[in-house]
């Protein structure tokens, strides 16, 4: 399907982004930070910053909670951007979105991003986020409740973490992923179809690993860094994974899907047609992303109300 008027209008802009301009640096990578597209924002009762702590690591996080006073399920949200770029305000549009539509609390984590914290640094920062939610350190969230979530490198993060909390003993209801990274294999169809002309290509994404796991290791990363690659997916937390026609990350994402619910997990999969890499975070600009996203709130609702509370 056809990229629509406004998607590709998006696209052009994107396109102008530092990032997209060979070769690929660290300091052209975050320059885009600096110049992100204006999105809408949803009103969040109550915004603030927190510190969370665990182990040993502390972050920060930034609380966004509809109904204060109230305690709320919540959603530990970790942003996407190669896990070199993206930040707490980058994606401060789309955790509101999140918490707007779901009516839940996020928790969005400040995690340590490569190549100056590399992998399993990112992905223990956020694990700690996530056992310190669990263990009550946020006010008006039910540690017993929690929901993660995480776009592209950040979904990568959140189907790690969601690994990691199985085997630590860590309660999660339901994981969120929207065109998560999940493997290596720059060679599927989706790298050819729509590794070069979609903001997001394969040279791009190649790079982004290197960052994380280190050049030697990009051909056989580890399973919490490609969580496809894990022993065993049984006993994960339900799952809805959304992805886009037109993103070289379609395939792996759809084909964890598929690996999960041969492991017995409940998984809601669903391909936006016509969209890009990115687009859930346009929300208020493309009737997509609110499609996507309230697909995804649903299934958070449904997996968070059947949980025990704490």
């Given at each position: 399907?056809?990229?629509?008027?406004?998607?590709?209008?998006?696209?052009?802009?994107?396109?102008?982004?530092?990032?997209?301009?060979?070769?690929?640096?660290?300091?052209?990578?975050?320059?885009?930070?600096?110049?992100?597209?204006?999105?809408p924002r949803a009103d969040?009762?109550?915004?603030?910053?927190?510190?969370?702590?665990?182990?040993?690591?502390?972050?920060?996080?930034?609380?966004?909670?509809?109904?204060?006073?109230?305690?709320?399920?919540?959603?530990?949200?970790?942003?996407?951007?190669?896990?070199?770029?993206?930040?707490?305000?980058?994606?401060?549009?789309?955790?509101?979105?999140?918490?707007?539509?779901?009516?839940?609390?996020?928790?969005?984590?400040?995690?340590?991003?490569?190549?100056?914290?590399?992998?399993?640094?990112?992905?223990?920062?956020?694990?700690?986020?996530?056992?310190?939610?669990?263990?009550?350190?946020?006010?008006?969230?039910?540690?017993?409740?929690?929901?993660?979530?995480?776009?592209?490198?950040?979904?990568?993060?959140?189907?790690?973490?969601?690994?990691?909390?199985?085997?630590?003993?860590?309660?999660?209801?339901?994981?969120?992923?929207?065109?998560?990274?999940?493997?290596?294999?720059?060679?599927?169809?989706?790298?050819?179809?729509s590794g070069a002309d979609?903001?997001?290509?394969?040279?791009?994404?190649?790079?982004?690993?290197?960052?994380?796991?280190?050049?030697?290791?990009?051909?056989?990363?580890?399973?919490?860094?490609?969580?496809?690659?894990?022993?065993?997916?049984?006993?994960?937390?339900?799952?809805?994974?959304?992805?886009?026609?037109?993103?070289?990350?379609?395939?792996?994402?759809?084909?964890?899907?598929?690996?999960?619910?041969?492991?017995?997990?409940?998984?809601?999969?669903?391909?936006?047609?016509?969209?890009?890499?990115?687009?859930?975070?346009?929300?208020?600009?493309?009737?997509?992303?609110?499609?996507?996203?309230?697909?995804?709130?649903?299934?958070?609702?449904?997996?968070?109300?059947?949980?025990?509370?704490?």
């Amino acid at each position: 399907m056809a990229l629509d008027p406004m998607t590709q209008q998006i696209l052009e802009m994107m396109k102008q982004s530092p990032l997209c301009t060979p070769p690929f640096t660290v300091a052209n990578a975050r320059a885009g930070d600096d110049q992100p597209i204006p999105l809408p924002r949803a009103d969040i009762a109550e915004v603030r910053d927190i510190r969370l702590s665990h182990g040993g690591r502390e972050v920060a996080a930034r609380l966004y909670h509809p109904e204060p006073g109230r305690v709320l399920p919540v959603v530990v949200f970790f942003h996407g951007g190669g896990w070199v770029l993206g930040n707490l305000e980058t994606h401060d549009p789309l955790a509101r979105a999140i918490a707007e539509a779901a009516h839940v609390a996020v928790v969005s984590v400040d995690y340590p991003r490569a190549p100056e914290a590399r992998f399993p640094e990112p992905l223990e920062a956020c694990f700690a986020a996530v056992a310190a939610v669990a263990e009550g350190q946020v006010d008006g969230v039910d540690g017993g409740r929690i929901a993660l979530c995480g776009d592209s490198a950040g979904g990568n993060l959140a189907a790690a973490v969601a690994l990691l909390a199985r085997d630590r003993g860590v309660a999660i209801a339901h994981q969120l992923l929207l065109y998560p990274v999940i493997d290596t294999d720059f060679g599927n169809a989706s790298y050819t179809e729509s590794g070069a002309d979609f903001f997001l290509t394969g040279p791009m994404m190649r790079w982004f690993w290197e960052q994380y796991v280190g050049e030697e290791n990009v051909a056989n990363p580890d399973p919490l860094a490609a969580p496809i690659r894990a022993a065993s997916l049984k006993g994960l937390a339900p799952a809805t994974i959304i992805t886009a026609e037109h993103d070289p990350l379609r395939d792996e994402g759809e084909a964890y899907a598929e690996k999960l619910e041969e492991a017995g997990v409940a998984v809601t999969l669903r391909r936006a047609d016509g969209m890009i890499h990115g687009f859930v975070s346009m929300v208020g600009v493309l009737p997509a992303a609110a499609e996507a996203l309230a697909v995804g709130a649903e299934g958070l609702r449904r997996s968070l109300a059947e949980a025990v509370p704490a």
